[in-house]
């Protein structure tokens, strides 16, 4: 299914005169604040979260999986329902993908077709945590890191595979994740399973185009429960320092203990020149998946506060050095309509930490003034700034309301209609 333009202008017109009063008081605060609207905007309209290509569908979990119906049948289906978010937020202009659940059968046809709705391919991410037919060795006791060379060497090989397809899309990078671990102590030597692996992904990298590059994700616990090979920020940095330059962390926001300071990782990180990409999700308690600032808006936020500080500063990244994507999964709602909530709560962190009086948040820190500090904070937290989002989206020819117009135009319905109430897309 393909929007037309005139299905978003008519839905826009009918959002014109409260869209304009909202807007018209928003941008009068921000200026009484000293803030420039204009380049608020600039930002939030240049700023776009690729979507996961194993998003698209319902996840399930252990338990059971509940078909939510009209899911993609194939990656030409899932491009397609990304090219609907996008023509929505015009915010979602990329695509992650993974192989082997996509492997794409004619690169040029999937290429052609992507770039027709306005959609590039972001970091492609490998796949050994799972074993796939007629493959030789089993992933079972580890990929990167296993035991026996031959075993390795074919995750070595899958993983240059992968940057080959990337290549052809015009990726720019490659996502690692791994579930190799251990589930009882004594199973492995920690330190030999931990060289092991530095030494797979020195060879990953070494295979990878000289301006690619390789997204080291980690991940405390699941589906190894005593050990996982790279269980934290600290030793995806730990590889990513030893591996080379273009090697990065990656911070998926699920992939960390209750509680634990996010913000402050993306912060070091950043210091070092480390940061690779996101996985944007939240959870309440490890990694579920759940819609990016369902459960924890502030922690978000913060997040966001870090990073424009970070650059805005000058330090060693940059937001176009970033990869931004969700990683999410599906059981009870419809995956376009929680997509576009997760893109909208992320732009929603970004322009409220655009909101931050900078100088006067210095200020009371050099002065060890915690209240103001927080009050400081806290004034840009409050503001409500769904206006602004909603003008860079009409502005960019997206829809004022994204998941309103998306009920009005029966868009699920139609999908079911075209592709049956049965149909299961690719991914966990
Ligand atoms: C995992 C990781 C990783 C991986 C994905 C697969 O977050 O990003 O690619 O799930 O569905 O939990
Ligand atoms: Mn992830
Ligand atoms: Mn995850």
């Excluded at 826009?12 to 380049?39: I, V, Y």
């Excluded at 009882?184 to 295979?207: C, D």
């Excluded at 409050?382 to 309103?404: F, M, Y």
Aim: with cysteine; hydrophobic share 35%; aromatic share 8%.
């Amino acid at each position: 299914m393909i929007l037309a333009d005139d299905q978003i202008q008519n839905h826009n017109q009918s959002e014109t005169t409260s869209h304009r009063n909202e807007l018209s008081q928003l941008t009068n605060l921000l200026s009484e604040r000293g803030k420039n609207p204009e380049s608020i905007l600039r930002r939030l309209t240049g700023f776009q979260v690729a979507i996961p290509s194993w998003a698209l569908g319902a996840g399930g979990t252990r338990f059971g999986r509940f078909s939510i119906g009209g899911e993609p049948r194939n990656l030409h289906e899932k491009i397609e329902d990304i090219g609907l978010i996008h023509a929505l937020n015009c915010s979602s202009g990329a695509v992650s993908l993974h192989i082997p659940w996509d492997i794409p059968k004619d690169t040029d046809a999937i290429k052609e077709h992507a770039s027709g709705l306005g959609i590039h391919f972001d970091a492609v991410n490998s796949n050994t945590f799972q074993d796939q037919p007629k493959q030789e060795h089993s992933y079972k006791f580890g990929s990167l890191s296993h035991t026996k060379k031959e075993v390795r060497n074919q995750a070595v090989h899958h993983n240059i595979e992968v940057i080959e397809y990337g290549k052809k899309l015009g990726s720019k990078a490659l996502t690692v994740w791994l579930a190799d671990g251990s589930n009882f102590p004594g199973q492995q030597n920690l330190r030999k399973t931990l060289n092991r692996t530095l030494q797979s992904l020195s060879e990953i990298y070494a295979s990878m185009p000289y301006n690619w590059k390789l997204l080291i994700e980690y991940k405390p616990f699941e589906p190894n429960f005593y050990s996982m090979v790279i269980p934290d920020w600290g030793t995806s940095f730990l590889l990513a320092n030893s591996v080379g330059e273009r090697a990065k962390t990656l911070v998926d926001l699920g992939h960390h203990l209750p509680n634990t300071n996010i913000e402050q990782i993306v912060a070091t990180l950043m210091f070092e020149g480390k940061l690779g990409g996101f996985h944007f999700n939240d959870s309440k308690y490890a990694d579920d998946d759940l819609t990016a600032g369902s459960i924890k808006p502030y922690q978000l936020f913060l997040i966001f506060c870090e990073l424009v500080d970070g650059i805005d500063n000058g330090n060693n990244d940059d937001f176009s050095n970033i990869d931004w994507m969700i990683d999410a999964s599906h059981n009870t709602k419809d995956p376009l309509e929680d997509l576009l909530q997760s893109v909208e709560a992320i732009q929603t962190a970004f322009a409220k930490a655009l909101l931050v009086d900078r100088n006067r948040l210095e200020e009371a820190r050099e002065e060890n003034d915690v209240v103001l500090a927080q009050e400081v904070l806290q004034d840009a937290w409050a503001t409500d700034v769904r206006p602004l989002i909603r003008e860079s989206r009409i502005k960019s020819g997206g829809a004022a309301n994204p998941i309103q117009l998306f009920r009005d135009l029966q868009v699920r319905k139609t999908l079911i209609k075209e592709r049956g109430i049965g149909t299961a897309a690719t991914g966990l």
